[in-house]
């Protein structure tokens, strides 16, 4: 909120100085009809404050076309579970449920089990199990993990849940620890969005995929929120030149880390990096 109420200042005093520079070279023509006085001054001043609100406002969303292939990329306040389509969910290399000590329940791991799964945790540890056939073989038992899931699977192991119309891409990006910590970085979470998307093009179908800000809060990869959105949005955009991956990619932040992210600098960078 503080970066909105800056702009919409500094731009109202460039809006200011443009209707001044306008308006007061006329006055050495015409005097008698451009008298501006204190209420001109007031009415310049207000005038430039509401134009600037008008073009600073702070915005909820924004979003941006490619050229080619044929998607969208969108930035957006909100609850991810709230999203049409389909949907991302990072979890660690051992794919942990157990909310409390282990995964925070406000998470988007915690908020995954509790209304995606109803709190069903035997649910979806069984149907996390499943889908982790096809990777037995990479996975390796740790048995100095103490708590929770003790097999290991390589950094962007991406498995699916959910049927055609509603899929749950889950991606490892980040090493649970002993000490119940998960630890990432920005090369482990390029490397799972590299994986994220091969699976979201075998089994996406091309409809719409939404993706939480991973790799924030407890993942400790010392990145702001705004470099790792910056990182989804490349690898998506060298990911989709590769092959096409999906028709629109929204990525979504929680209203509460709005203070964390400056919005105008995501526009200007989507406006930038898209091509």
Same mark, same amino acid.
């Given at each position: 909120?503080?970066? #909105?109420?800056? *702009?919409?200042?500094? %731009? &109202?005093? &460039?809006?200011?100085?443009?209707?001044?520079?306008?308006?007061?070279?006329?006055?050495?023509?015409?005097?008698?009809?451009?008298?501006?006085?204190?209420?001109?001054?007031?009415?310049?001043?207000?005038?430039?404050?509401?134009?600037?609100?008008?073009?600073?406002?702070?915005?909820?969303?924004?979003?941006?076309?490619? &050229?080619?292939?044929?998607?969208?990329?969108?930035?957006?306040?909100?609850?991810?579970?709230?999203?049409? #389509?389909?949907?991302?969910?990072?979890?660690?290399?051992?794919?942990? %449920?157990?909310?409390?000590?282990?995964?925070?329940?406000?998470?988007? @791991?915690?908020?995954?089990?509790?209304?995606?799964?109803?709190?069903?945790?035997?649910?979806?540890?069984?149907?996390?199990?499943?889908?982790?056939?096809?990777?037995?073989?990479?996975?390796?038992?740790?048995? &100095?993990?103490?708590?929770?899931?003790?097999?290991?699977?390589?950094?962007?192991?991406?498995?699916?849940?959910?049927?055609?119309?509603?899929?749950?891409?889950?991606?490892?990006? #980040?090493?649970?620890?002993?000490?119940?910590?998960?630890?990432?970085?920005?090369?482990?979470?390029?490397?799972?969005?590299? =994986?994220?998307?091969? @699976?979201?093009?075998?089994?996406?179908?091309?409809? @719409?995929?939404?993706?939480?800000?991973?790799?924030? =809060?407890?993942? *400790?990869?010392?990145?702001? *929120?705004?470099?790792?959105?910056?990182?989804?949005?490349?690898?998506?955009?060298?990911?989709?030149?590769?092959?096409?991956?999906?028709?629109?990619? %929204?990525?979504?932040?929680?209203? @509460?880390?709005?203070? $964390?992210?400056?919005? $105008?600098?995501?526009?200007?960078?989507?406006? %930038?990096?898209?091509?």
């Amino acid at each position: 909120m503080t970066i #909105g109420i800056w *702009r919409i200042a500094t %731009t &109202s005093i &460039s809006i200011f100085g443009f209707l001044w520079l306008l308006i007061e070279p006329l006055g050495l023509f015409i005097p008698d009809a451009i008298t501006l006085g204190l209420s001109g001054y007031i009415s310049l001043l207000v005038s430039s404050m509401l134009i600037s609100i008008f073009l600073r406002f702070p915005k909820k969303s924004i979003s941006r076309k490619l &050229s080619s292939p044929n998607s969208t990329i969108e930035i957006k306040l909100g609850d991810i579970f709230q999203e049409k #389509g389909h949907l991302v969910v990072g979890f660690n290399d051992v794919f942990d %449920t157990e909310i409390g000590e282990i995964i925070a329940e406000p998470s988007v @791991q915690g908020q995954f089990l509790l209304k995606v799964y109803k709190s069903e945790k035997i649910k979806l540890d069984t149907d996390i199990e499943e889908a982790l056939k096809t990777h037995k073989e990479r996975g390796k038992e740790d048995l &100095s993990k103490l708590k929770g899931n003790q097999r290991r699977y390589p950094i962007g192991t991406t498995i699916s849940l959910g049927n055609f119309d509603r899929r749950y891409f889950l991606v490892a990006y #980040g090493s649970m620890g002993n000490d119940l910590k998960i630890q990432s970085n920005a090369d482990c979470i390029w490397h799972s969005l590299s =994986n994220l998307w091969e @699976q979201v093009r075998l089994k996406g179908h091309g409809e @719409q995929i939404s993706i939480p800000v991973i790799g924030s =809060n407890l993942a *400790r990869t010392n990145l702001p *929120r705004v470099v790792l959105v910056k990182l989804i949005i490349t690898s998506f955009l060298i990911g989709s030149k590769e092959e096409f991956i999906a028709r629109k990619l %929204t990525i979504v932040i929680p209203p @509460q880390d709005l203070e $964390y992210v400056n919005l $105008y600098d995501l526009e200007d960078f989507l406006k %930038t990096a898209v091509f």
